[in-house]
């Protein structure tokens, strides 16, 4: 589960050099879910190798993302 708060909080856990290394270090299969469903977040775990979903969120949110 991937929750560094929120993108306008902690920017750096949300960024493009993050998602690489995510990418590196899973496993083939792994998931990856986060509360954020921000559009960029999505593009970013993308373009690292992702294959990334919107799904029903928890708490009241609208989404999430699952990747």
């Known amino acids: 589960y991937l929750d ?3 993108p306008s909080r ?3 856990m949300w960024s493009d050099s993050v ?3 995510l990418a590196r270090l899973a496993r083939i299969g792994a998931t990856l879910a986060t ?3 921000a559009g960029f977040v999505r ?3 993308k373009a690292a190798g992702f294959e990334v ?3 029903p ?3 009241g949110k609208r ?3 699952v990747a």
């Open 43 to 45: 593009r970013g775990l």
């Open 19 to 21: 998602f690489r290394g």
């Open 57 to 59: 969120g928890f708490g």
């Open 63 to 65: 989404d999430m993302t």
């Open 53 to 55: 979903h919107k799904a």
């Open 4 to 6: 560094g708060f929120s």
């Open 10 to 12: 902690n920017a750096d």
């Open 35 to 37: 509360y954020t469903a």
